[in-house]
């Protein structure tokens, strides 16, 4: 009898949270083909992160950080289609980016808009290390969590194995609903170490619905350093008041100068918000950015409780950050421009240090032997000063040590890759040595 009391006890507590076999299968399956690999939208094709599509299958969600500075990407499904999306919004304080595509997706993740609990089972998917639609599973460890005291976003914490090329990708739960974005892992930590965080869906739907319904405000900077208030501080400046954070700096061009505030005052309230802690002046901003009313902040200053009007910034002074149009690209470089000059046999009289060429590796001495696949001592006279190109450029060099080597010049991508030095190729992640 106690068996069977003890099984029944174990099936009412797992219930809940776990889903027929049946439904966990359609979930994750659905789950994973509406799971996206991020790349570079040029010829580099570079690996940037994971995301996945939402609701009807024309948005498509990512991290800001995953999109960095691009205004277009391109995705890659779990059958290999590809296609390019366009960046419309992105926030970098609640690290959410939205991506607009011309096709819609036939299968996409709707929102879990039940209660979450602790010890919740949940999966994320994505590409760690650049493992695509990868799936691990965890549960959810902590609610509530900021990690960050400057943003207003209340990570979920959970412990499903997350690692860097995660950041985008889903965070489910048994049923394929979509839970959260993962976004990051531990402090201090560049792998998984048994802590990963994640924006919950709930930020995600708010910044999709202002996004479309054009309800979209700026983000405000107050311009304060503050810090919280330890007992040796209480004692010091003999307050009694639970609340506040102490001011150590005001900016004198923005919002809180303009209202006020000097250093030393004790800020106790922000609009509605009372500050307890530094990280409540995040949301109380957001609350701000809304233009939900009672724009006032109260500080304590010598004893005295002072309620200042937030004076903001004239609108031209606050920016949004919505994407605009690509800014315009030159269409041709000639190899000068690159930073690249060349004697009439080939061989590279001066690589300019600032220039493209002697970033990639280019050096005075190496000999021009071919660009992109001809050879160059098939080129008319002076090609080394007429020739232009308005794509990028390979060129196969014959160095000092009586090698060859291809590099490849890209005027329209930012370089970022370590530099070859001395003519050694061990920095190059493009080469393989067998």
């Given at each position: 009898m106690r068996f069977i009391v003890w099984c029944t006890w174990i099936i009412c507590m797992i219930s809940p949270f776990e889903s027929t076999a049946s439904e966990f299968d359609e979930g994750i399956n659905t789950a994973r083909m509406a799971t996206l690999v991020v790349r570079s939208d040029d010829t580099d094709?570079?690996?940037?992160?994971?995301?996945?599509?939402?609701?009807?299958?024309?948005?498509?969600?990512?991290?800001?950080?995953?999109?960095?500075?691009?205004?277009?990407?391109?995705?890659?499904?779990?059958?290999?289609?590809?296609?390019?999306?366009?960046v419309v919004l992105k926030d970098v304080l609640r690290d959410i980016a939205i991506l607009k595509i011309d096709t819609p997706y036939n299968t996409w993740l709707m929102p879990f808009t039940g209660t979450l609990r602790v010890a919740q089972p949940v999966m994320a998917i994505g590409a760690p290390l650049q493992e695509t639609y990868t799936i691990t599973k965890g549960v959810i460890s902590g609610l509530q969590r900021q990690k960050e005291p400057t943003s207003p976003v209340h990570f979920l914490q959970h412990d499903a194995a997350i690692n860097p090329g995660s950041s985008g990708g889903p965070l489910i739960n048994t049923n394929g609903l979509l839970v959260g974005m993962n976004t990051q892992i531990a402090d201090g930590s560049r792998y998984f170490a048994g802590l990963a965080y994640a924006i919950p869906v709930g930020d995600i739907l708010n910044r999709i619905t202002a996004h479309h319904l054009g309800t979209d405000k700026p983000t405000l900077e107050l311009g304060l350093r503050v810090r919280n208030i330890t007992e040796k501080i209480r004692q010091a400046l003999l307050i009694k008041t639970t609340n506040g954070v102490l001011v150590d700096y005001v900016d004198t061009h923005k919002i809180a100068a303009l209202s006020g505030i000097i250093a030393g005052d004790i800020l106790i309230r922000v609009g509605q918000y009372d500050i307890k802690k530094t990280g409540d002046i995040a949301f109380a901003v957001a609350d701000l950015s809304m233009n939900n009313g009672n724009n006032y902040i109260t500080v304590l200053r010598v004893g005295a409780s002072l309620k200042l009007p937030i004076i903001l910034p004239k609108p031209k002074d606050i920016k949004l950050g919505l994407m605009g149009a690509?800014?315009?690209?030159?269409?041709?470089?000639?190899?000068k421009e690159l930073g690249i000059e060349v004697l009439f046999d080939g061989e590279i009289k001066n690589s300019e240090p600032s220039g493209i060429g002697h970033s990639v590796g280019l050096r005075a001495g190496d000999e021009i032997i071919a660009i992109n696949g001809r050879g160059t001592a098939d080129q008319t006279a002076g090609w080394g000063?007429?020739?232009?190109?308005?794509?990028?450029?390979l060129v196969l060099l014959k160095l000092s040590d009586g090698s060859t080597r291809h590099f490849i010049l890209d005027p329209w991508t930012k370089y970022h890759r370590l530099v070859p030095m001395g003519n050694a190729n061990i920095l190059d992640q493009d080469i393989v040595v067998f």
């Open positions: 094709d570079r690996f940037l992160g994971s995301a996945f599509v939402f609701q009807n299958g024309t948005t498509v969600i990512t991290n800001a950080h995953v999109i960095g500075t691009s205004q277009t990407v391109m995705l890659k499904d779990i059958h290999g289609g590809q296609k390019r999306a366009q690509a800014p315009h690209k030159k269409t041709s470089y000639s190899l000063r007429t020739m232009r190109f308005s794509r990028p450029v």
